[in-house]
């Protein structure tokens, strides 16, 4: 079964910093684009960022563009989010999530645990 | 970007109840509409891609159906532990947008 276990999140001053890591298992990383989702307390899922296999191509969400960086490292199976300036309103659960293979966009189709970011002074 | 708009945000049914579920996106995004589903405190699970194929694993009382900007989410024969919020996604372009979720309770 897909393992996607997601850590670095805690509390952290506005306009501080935090690395979001994840870590794939028991599937071929290098094969899946990945995505990071978050969901603020109380509220629905935002997508924030994507990466594709060989990271030749990056989205992310206007909300964080400009201060998070997406990245991976396909020999230690790992999805990363750098995020700077934080504000407030980035409180959230944030989840890795993987994409499917196959022909025309990619679905998402698993979903780690998550990882509580606290924005908060 | 493509808004997605769910419908209701939330129902109440009962064991054995067929419930339905729409989605209507702002612009035609052909067949690429994902369901998930999450129940309180958990992760999302995925349950259906491309509109109406199941992802492995989730039982057949799901079903999708839909095409270009209007789709729906049937649960068949509800259950108690059905009982969770449902959302849908959009992945025709990015950003990936979800809707607002419907919330269903037994």
């Known amino acids: 079964e897909v393992q996607l276990v997601e850590s670095g999140g805690g509390l952290v001053k506005p306009g501080g910093s935090l690395r979001l890591s994840c870590a794939a298992s028991?599937?071929?990383?290098?094969?899946?684009?990945m995505n990071w989702v978050r969901q603020a307390p109380g509220k629905g899922l935002e997508w924030v960022s994507f990466?594709?296999?060989?990271?030749?191509?990056?989205y992310y969400a206007d909300s964080v563009k400009g201060r998070f960086t997406i990245s991976r490292d396909n020999a230690k199976n790992s999805l990363y989010l750098q995020m700077n300036s934080l504000r407030a309103d980035d409180t959230a659960v944030y989840y890795c999530?993987?994409?499917?293979?196959?022909?025309?966009?990619?679905?998402?189709?698993?979903w780690g645990q998550g990882t509580l970011v606290t924005v908060s002074s | 970007d493509i808004q997605m708009t769910q419908s209701p945000s939330s129902l109440s049914a009962s064991v054995g109840d067929r419930v339905t579920i729409t989605c209507r996106a702002s612009q035609g995004i052909s067949n690429y509409l994902a369901w998930f589903q999450q129940k309180p405190g958990k992760a999302p699970k995925s349950l259906i891609y491309a509109a109406s194929s199941l992802q492995s694993g989730v039982p057949s009382k799901f079903s999708g159906s839909g095409s270009g900007t209007d789709f729906t989410l049937t649960i068949s024969s509800l259950q108690p532990e059905d009982s969770a919020t449902y959302y849908c996604q959009q992945y025709n372009s990015y950003p990936l947008t979800f809707g607002g979720g419907t919330k269903v309770e037994i």
């Open positions: 999530a993987r994409d499917s293979i196959g022909g025309g966009p990619p679905a998402i189709d698993s």
């Open positions: 028991r599937f071929t990383f290098s094969s899946h684009s």
């Open positions: 990466i594709s296999t060989s990271s030749t191509y990056i």
